[in-house]
């Protein structure tokens, strides 16, 4: 009896409210859209607030999002262009540097390095077809970088100085008079200079490839001097510590140096570089002649071998 | 929580088993997303209903009777939006909400399956009736507005209400 009540109830309620609802539609136009108008302003006037303020803070993210976007595009934009601004100071250096040479240097970019701490190996991308042939110099207006050593149509492998392998021959540049020695990779990554017992360096004198070689011309920058040491461990050479001047690392374009020297030649003989900002002091109190390279070392991978 | 409403969650009856007023604050919460977020959650023209939504709880909670008074209330909310025919959801909820709470009383309908359908089935209804009124004898577009956005907005409102549902069941 109760239920039957309370489902009358229900039909009598939702009859009105039909009814109402058949009402207010039933109401002439200009009273409906009064009624509507204000029931509109009754109830969005005071959501309005809430609708401005969360749409506000939904528009603030989405706008935030886009800025965010956008800022991350910027950046790499920025990122390309300094890469590019980079690439081409160190471009215009090679070029200058490359256009004061009395050798043909073909330009080459590094396309992959051997993954270690300290790169031993990079590969150019130039090879035999446009020139490049095994154990020709690879510099960078800097100075030595190494050598070919494995060259194919295309591409080029390069032994670099940090290689254990390399050895270049020396020539220090010490004021008033000149040494030389043979430059080696030392186990700890940078360069030792190995030279005759009673030669006399101090920290700062230049170091140049010798020439006597067989691979890399005379003149071209390694490093400088930072410790002389009295000898090895059999007290029979003096090894001195050397900073480099080219950082492997950093080094994304080279060039290949394609006329080389004669192993065992004589310094007036061969070819002599000049690299920009690192003249050193005429060969005038040098002994040039054949008596003069007996016993200088040569480059690693030539004919005459490394000491 | 008291003896009835431990009673109704342990027969599955979710909208019962709410408390008044966590019930009064999923109304308003919904209400208020009607006015702020349906907008920006619109999808090729289907929206969740945030109206339809608490009519169907409130009818299935509190039965016919007040289920059809929910439905004339919310009818009025959603006609105060539009400019247009007023009254005319307020006739429409105050059906819907009538027969959903007569449903619920009658068939014994408890699980929350079957309130996510109600749900779909109540926003289709007055999807068909309001987009037939608004076609005015173009029935070509009334079909195409229904496939495209009535359908899909059931379906969105049934996912939206149906995830509410879950997460109040939870807490």
């Known amino acids: 009896m109760q239920a039957l009540r309370r489902a009358r109830r229900a039909e009598l309620v939702a009859s009105a409210l039909v009814v109402t609802s058949l009402i207010l539609l039933a109401l002439p136009e200009s009273t409906e859209r009064s009624i509507s108008r204000r029931a509109n302003h009754l109830v969005l006037l005071p959501a309005s607030r809430v609708r401005v303020v969360f749409g506000g803070y939904l528009r603030l993210r989405e706008e935030n999002a886009r800025l965010r976007t956008e800022l991350q595009q910027a950046k790499l934009e920025l990122d390309q262009v300094v890469a ?24 080459a970019r590094v396309i992959d390095r051997n993954l270690t701490t300290l790169p031993t190996a990079f590969v150019l991308d130039v090879g035999r077809n446009a020139g490049v042939v095994e154990n020709l110099p690879v510099v960078t207006a800097q100075g030595i970088v190494g050598k070919t050593v494995d060259v194919g149509p295309e591409t080029s492998l390069v032994m670099v100085y940090a290689h254990p392998d390399f050895s270049a021959s020396a020539l220090v ?22 030279l005759p017992l009673r030669s006399s360096t101090d920290p700062g004198d230049r170091v140049v490839t010798s020439g006597y070689g067989g691979t890399f011309p005379r003149g071209v920058p390694i490093g400088h001097v ?25 080094v994304t374009t080279v060039f290949v140096l394609t006329r080389q020297v004669s192993a065992g030649a004589a310094a007036g003989e061969n070819l002599q570089m000049f690299w920009p900002g690192y003249a050193y002091p005429p060969m005038a109190g040098e002994v040039l002649g054949a008596s003069a390279v007996e016993g200088v070392p040569a480059d690693s991978g030539t ?5 | ?18 408390s008044r007023g966590r019930f009064a604050a999923l109304v308003a919460v919904s209400l208020v997303f009607a006015l702020v977020i349906e907008e920006p959650l619109v999808i090729r023209g289907a929206a969740p209903d945030f109206v339809v939504i608490p009519l169907v709880f409130a009818a299935i909670r509190l039965g016919a ?29 105050t059906i819907l909400g009538y027969a959903i709470g ?9 699980t929350p399956g079957v309130d996510v359908l109600l749900l779909a089935g109540a926003k289709l209804a007055l999807d068909v009736v309001i987009l037939g009124m608004a ?37």
């Open chain 2, 135 to 171: 076609a005015e004898g173009a029935w070509r577009a009334f079909e195409e507005r229904f496939f495209w956005e009535a359908v899909g907005s059931a379906v969105y409102t049934a996912l939206v209400g149906g995830a509410l549902q879950r997460l109040l069941a939870r807490t």
């Open chain 2, 65 to 93: 009777a007040q289920g059809a008074a929910a439905g004339f209330g919310l009818g009025l909310f959603r006609d105060s939006l539009f400019l247009l025919d007023f009254g005319l959801h307020a006739l429409v909820m």
């Open chain 1, 303 to 307: 004919a005459d071998g490394a000491p």
């Open chain 1, 84 to 107: 590019a601004r980079v690439q081409s100071r160190e471009l215009r250096r090679m070029l200058d540097f490359a256009a004061d040479q009395p050798v043909r240097l073909i330009p």
């Open chain 1, 173 to 194: 540049v010490a004021g008033d008079h000149l040494e030389y020695g043979i430059v080696r990779p030392s186990p700890s990554g940078g360069l030792r200079l190995f």
């Open chain 2, 1 to 18: 929580m008291s003896g009835l409403t431990r009673n109704a969650r342990a027969r599955g009856q979710w909208a019962e088993s709410l």
């Open chain 1, 226 to 250: 930072i410790e002389g040491q009295e000898s090895d461990r059999l007290g029979l050479q003096r090894v001195d510590r050397l900073q480099s001047v080219v950082d492997l690392g950093r």
């Open chain 2, 102 to 110: 007569k449903a619920r009383e009658t068939l014994y309908l408890t």
